[in-house]
């Protein structure tokens, strides 16, 4: 947690003083914060294949029926709010000879699957052989970053007047009033969906085996910056 201050006199414009302006305001700078960790809920696997052939059409047909076959499996386990399945990228290039000129033709497909259900999206993986794991990754969902935001919101302002108070005792004062203050929250993004090791792309010949994920935490972080107006002995 860190505070920072700045302490000073409020200028007047043009050097005239207003009858309510006769004695000088100390303005005190501060920003607080606070944060809780909290597991991430929603696991992410990316499948991929890549084909190549010296006929473009050919190679297309093979990259359709391998994302045919993992959409089926995936679909069996498609859930609103716990599994959700839709194809990513999908190309098909030309490749080229060191001479010059087109001597074949090259392509990839994409499936994502992520949600809640990460033991049922764990078992998928074992069961499409069509696609390789390319990418895996945790995020955390809006629900639950939402459920504990409130509560850190509420830690973070409570930590901000607290130090006000205390500094503009320290300073010789014996209160404050809130002047302009800003909330703000960071989001915990996700966990790097990193390619997993050549054994967890080997497990797709094995229906029964399902990937050993785990979740990790997630930090929810909220900050108050803002200025206080230390009040006159």
Do not use: H
Request: charged share 20%; aromatic share 6%; proline share 4%.
């Amino acid at each position: 947690m860190k505070a920072i201050i700045c302490l000073g006199l409020l200028s007047l414009a043009g050097g005239a003083f207003a009858a309510s302006d006769a004695l000088p305001r100390d303005r005190l700078n501060l920003t607080a914060s606070a944060s809780v960790e909290v597991t991430r809920d929603v696991l992410g696997i990316v499948f991929s294949t890549s084909k190549e052939g010296s006929d473009a059409a050919t190679v297309q047909t093979q990259l359709k029926q391998a994302l045919e076959a993992a959409l089926t499996e995936a679909r069996k386990i498609a859930k609103p709010g716990q599994v959700e399945v839709q194809t990513g990228n999908f190309s098909l290039y030309p490749r080229y000879a060191a001479k010059g000129g087109i001597n074949g033709w090259q392509g990839s497909a994409e499936l994502l699957v992520e949600g809640k259900d990460a033991a049922a999206i764990a078992q998928l993986s074992g069961r499409i052989n069509t696609m390789s794991i390319a990418r895996v990754g945790y995020s955390l969902s809006k629900e639950q970053r939402e459920k504990v935001e409130g509560d850190v919101t509420a830690q973070a302002i409570a930590r901000f007047k607290a130090r006000a108070a205390d500094y503009a005792r320290q300073f010789g004062f014996n209160g404050y009033s809130i002047g302009e203050v800003s909330v703000n929250s960071a989001d915990p993004g996700n966990m790097p969906m990193a390619a997993p090791p050549m054994r967890f792309k080997a497990m797709a010949a094995s229906a029964d085996e399902a990937l050993p994920v785990e979740a990790g935490k997630a930090s929810v972080s909220v900050t108050v910056n803002g200025s206080v107006v230390m009040t006159a002995p």
